[in-house]
């Protein structure tokens, strides 16, 4: 089999704060493979953005710093590439689609010249034809009158037609990976299922991998190959998607499951919500990061951080115990 | 029904037989936009809600459903009278308040509350939180002294599960579900019979949103609260509420009761709100048949003409471009405003 697109190992990031140092990601390892899609699901604080930006190199830096690890793409690791081999990667065989469609696209450039400049700067294209090929994405991310709404600016496009605006831009390329960082959140509901249906069958004409940040388990139900659970900062459990829902092994993904509220299931069942609140992570425990919310904590729980093993084919945790539903 | 002419006190003990707290009769509110700054032109009207109807029961929980610019916030507002309706009726309690002033809806305003959205934009940070929970009781002048006043904050702070020491500190210091839970404590101060939530968990992690879910199903149950839940996942809405309004472009589509409006939508924008929602089981997400509606809400300054919803409807039909289809009542306390399903 050939080696996963992106492999990334032990993949650690810092920041400093004026609470100290915290560590955002640590010591996180996943793959992408060829054609996949692999969702990150985590809350607030669990490092799943951190995490993508970081494999983008795009952590701002002071106060951030990348400070171990391997992100290898293509075979090459991005963090031993200069910043000029790295532009020439970043937009062109990794793309990035961000939360936030407004603040990500310049106000002041017609969309036309954004969805073309990629174009132009990773192909060579002059600005003519570049400007041809922006007409034809933004036709194939069902943009209507696209040819019309080339010379428009960001502010005449609704919240929705943007966020397709930074798919073309995504897409411009041909990227072999793209990494979509809560697509939709600032999206109505109807909305952000259009725009995820459209990703992902985008990624899947194009035979591009996708690596999906979300917070929502039924979005990572939906659309994800393999999911990734990241709490205070590590992955706590991994498994191809349909085993991770039907045999959830690490506590904290059982107490997420129970605390979601669904629209199948039984009516006025009481929801079951994890207890306490989320990891501070200047304050972080010695051990397992969720063993001051964790039902079946034990004693080692507290005094040693369970690494990541895989018990099952596949399947990986990080915990000492034995969970189950 | 009272007579026009009855006070206020009357008018509550007359309706005191019957359970309904709040009822709207085809409710309007409008803003108009206006051009000149000495001598304004009105140029537009946005027809935020448009002619909604609606009655809650006592002890009950009203959900409000749709997207952004559907009306449902601003519905809540009308109601708690921080809006002007500019046409309809809103009665609370037996009375009607829709024109009432400022002096005559201070009584009223105690016995209505409203839970915000956001835990960090809605408390004020440089208020203790014993103040930012007491405050209801001391603008009112509820607390006979400050004994009764630390009391009542302390009973407060236990009843949304928070503990008596927090009341010194700032909001600062608390994370997004206690801020709400601090939130929740000052709404309750007065010992309001309507609570209206405003998107109340829709700001906080997944694994806090069912703390206070929870919460909130507690309070109603120990202290007979009503609610009117507004939010856009019907998701969450399935949990709490009892009866269900979707709301589209400043108008219901349809309401219903949980167990209806979930078993069998029969509104085509239900359905595609519905259908939205992705199910957190990969087996059940293969299997889901799901109708997925075409382009973004309209603006409600210029809605479209017939059925509001008609230019994303996949069921749409000749008729829908120019008759607005009323809601209808198919009885069992279900209507719904769609020429699909229109009974005459």
Partial sequence: MAPPLLQVRNLTTRFNSERGRLTAVDQVSFDVREGETVAIVGESGSGKSVTALSVMRLIPS????????????????????DDAAMRAIRGNRVAMIFQEPMSSLNPALSVGLQVAEPVNLHRGSPWAKAYAAARELLGRVRIPDAARRLASFPHQYSGGMRQRVMIAMALACQPRLIIADEP?????????????????????????????ITHDLGVVARYADRVAVMYGGRIVETAPARVLY?????????????????????????????????????????????????????????????????????HWKACFNDARA | ??????????????????????????????????????????????????????????????????????????TGLAILRMLEPTAGRIVFEGEDITFHDKERMRPIRRRMQMV??????????????????????AVHGVAANAQTYRERVAQLIRLVGLLPDMAERYPHEFSGGQRQRIGIARALALEPSLVICDEPVSALDVSIQAQVVNLFMELQERLGLTYIFIAHNLAVVRHICDRIAVMYLGRIVEIASRAELYKSPLHPYTEALLAAIPVADPEVEARRVRPIVKGEVGSALAPPSGCRFHPRCPKAMEKCKTVAP????????????CHLHATA
């Avoid at chain 2, 915000?116 to 009781?137: A, C, F, T, W």
Wanted: proline share 9%; aromatic share 4%.
């Fill in chain 1, 62 to 81: 002071p106060p951030g710093r990348i400070e171990a690890g391997e992100v290898l793409f293509e075979g090459k690791d991005l963090l031993k590439l």
């Fill in chain 1, 184 to 212: 939709t959140t600032a999206l109505d509901v109807t909305v952000q299922a259009q725009i995820l249906d459209l990703i992902k069958e985008l990624t899947r004409e194009t035979g591009s991998s996708l690596l999906l």
């Fill in chain 1, 246 to 314: 039907k045999e959830p092994r690490h506590p904290y993904t059982l107490g997420l499951m129970a605390s979601v509220p669904r629209l199948d299931g039984e009516v006025g069942r009481r929801l079951v919500p994890i207890e306490g609140q989320p990891p501070d992570l200047a304050e972080l425990p010695l051990g397992c990061a969720f063993s001051p919310r964790c039902r079946i904590a034990s004693e080692p729980c507290r005094s040693a951080r369970p690494p990541l093993m895989e018990f099952a084919p596949q």
């Fill in chain 2, 1 to 74: 029904m009272p007579a026009p002419d009855a006070s206020p006190a009357n008018a509550r003990a007359a309706a005191g037989g019957d359970d309904e707290l709040v009822r709207l009769d085809d409710l309007k509110v409008h803003f108009p936009l206006t051009k000149g700054t000495i001598i304004q032109r009105r140029v537009a009207t946005v027809q935020a809600v448009d002619g909604i109807s609606f009655a809650l029961k006592r002890g009950g929980t009203l959900g409000l459903v749709g997207e952004s610019g559907c009306g449902k916030s601003t």
């Fill in chain 2, 116 to 137: 915000y959205q956001d835990p960090y934009g809605s408390l004020n940070p440089r208020m203790k939180v014993r103040d930012i929970i007491g405050e209801p009781l």
């Fill in chain 2, 326 to 337: 009323a809601l209808t009542d198919l009885g069992a306390g279900r209507a719904v405003a």
